[in-house]
Nanobody
């Protein structure tokens, strides 16, 4: 079992940047596919980005491609989501997830003002 604790997020103006962190304990993240999802008010949770275990292969939602970068620091047992050129439509609660096992972080609010 793995526990995920998120940090980062907050309020930023459109065009700005934020970095989210997801620190794991209990198991090494190298054994998991790690991802980020988000949920905006009144909308369903949606996929944002994913990094495949044992590789550097990454995948992104079309809406964030070229602006967001997912990365993993195995030494720190932490996954990051670097978010650049933020838009108001990126406003949501962001969640990290580890799979297999479907372990979720507690969520962190990102608000982008226009």
């Amino acid at each position: 079992q793995v526990q995920l604790v998120q940090s980062g997020g907050g309020l930023v103006e459109a065009g700005g940047s934020l970095r989210l962190s997801c620190a794991a304990s209990g198991r090494t993240i190298g054994t998991y596919n790690m991802g980020w999802f988000r949920q905006a008010p009144g909308k369903e949770r949606e996929f944002v980005a994913r990094i495949v275990r044992g590789t550097t292969n990454t995948y992104y939602a079309d809406s964030v491609k070229g602006r967001f970068t997912i990365s993993r620091d195995n030494a720190k047992n932490t996954v990051y989501l670097q978010m650049n050129s933020l838009k108001p439509e990126d406003t949501a609660v962001y969640y990290c997830v580890a799979d297999p096992g479907n372990y979720w972080g507690q969520g962190t609010q990102v608000t982008v003002s226009s």
